[in-house]
């Protein structure tokens, strides 16, 4: 936190003798940074009870940050996904705006980019916002399956995300999409089956995608990314899912229809 606020204080101090050209990009990352920063320490204060209220400080002073970067335009795709997650996910009484977080997510997914290469969103990036959209509409009353083409999309980006340049970044976020939406089908297969059913659909291959989707990420989370595989093993036990027998278990519970 520390170092996070140290970076914060120099790069706004370096906006002010650059003059006004920069002095919007500067402070906007800066502000992203310890949005971050101060989020990623909300879990670490939820238990024993009496830290409850440092959880609610950082929440808070994410918010804060997050809605300075945003006022200040000129957020790049990764930094939206941040700011997006944080307002989407923190309570209305502590400055959470779901509303707000959609229409940014909704405004950079459509974008087209003009001339620029750098401007183009790479996938994994897209899938990610993708899935932050799906989170809002569900707790905004979407329907399960409306959610799930959020996911799905999120989920065939996985050709476009294996191409890039970067192969160990692009595996790591794999990592994390393939997991976030393996889990989501693992929790709503029920309740997609229905609603699918009710609207006349054609059969949906939601527990293939559960199949597909989990063993991948937990294999390439062993493999490459340790912290994304303990938040699997983590989510697994919530399940009562044994993470190092995963397939044969996915298809025992999820029935025939698993095996494509």
Request: hydrophobic share 45%; aromatic share 8%.
């Amino acid at each position: 936190m520390n170092e996070a606020r140290r970076q914060f204080e120099a790069q706004a101090h370096e906006t002010t003798l650059v003059g006004r050209a920069t002095a919007w990009s500067y402070p906007a990352s800066a502000h992203v940074a310890l949005a971050s920063t101060h989020y990623s320490l909300v879990k670490r204060y939820m238990s024993p009870k009496w830290k409850v209220p440092l959880a609610v400080w950082h929440t808070r002073r994410a918010v804060v940050h997050a809605k300075a970067a945003i006022s200040m335009g000129g957020l790049n795709f990764d930094q939206v996904d941040v700011v997006t997650k944080i307002l989407s996910k923190a309570p209305s009484w502590l400055g959470g705006d779901r509303k707000a977080a959609q229409d940014l997510l909704l405004g950079a997914i459509g974008y087209v980019p003009v001339a620029e290469p750098q401007d183009e969103m790479l996938a994994h990036t897209r899938a990610l916002l993708l899935i932050t959209l799906g989170e809002i509409e569900e707790k905004m009353g979407a329907t399960k399956l409306n959610v799930a083409k959020r996911y799905l999309e999120a989920m065939f980006q996985r050709k476009l995300v294996f191409g890039e340049s970067d192969k160990l970044m692009a595996m790591r976020q794999w990592v994390r999409i393939a997991a976030a939406c393996g889990f989501w089908f693992y929790d709503h297969r029920a309740e997609l089956e229905v609603e699918n059913e009710a609207a006349g659909g054609s059969r949906l291959l939601v527990s293939g995608f559960i199949v597909a989707l989990l063993p991948e990420a937990y294999a390439l989370a062993e493999e490459l990314a340790e912290d994304q595989a303990e938040k699997i093993r983590a989510e697994c036990q919530k399940r009562g899912l044994d993470p190092d027998n995963l397939l044969p278990q996915l298809i025992y519970m999820c029935g025939e229809s698993a095996q494509l």
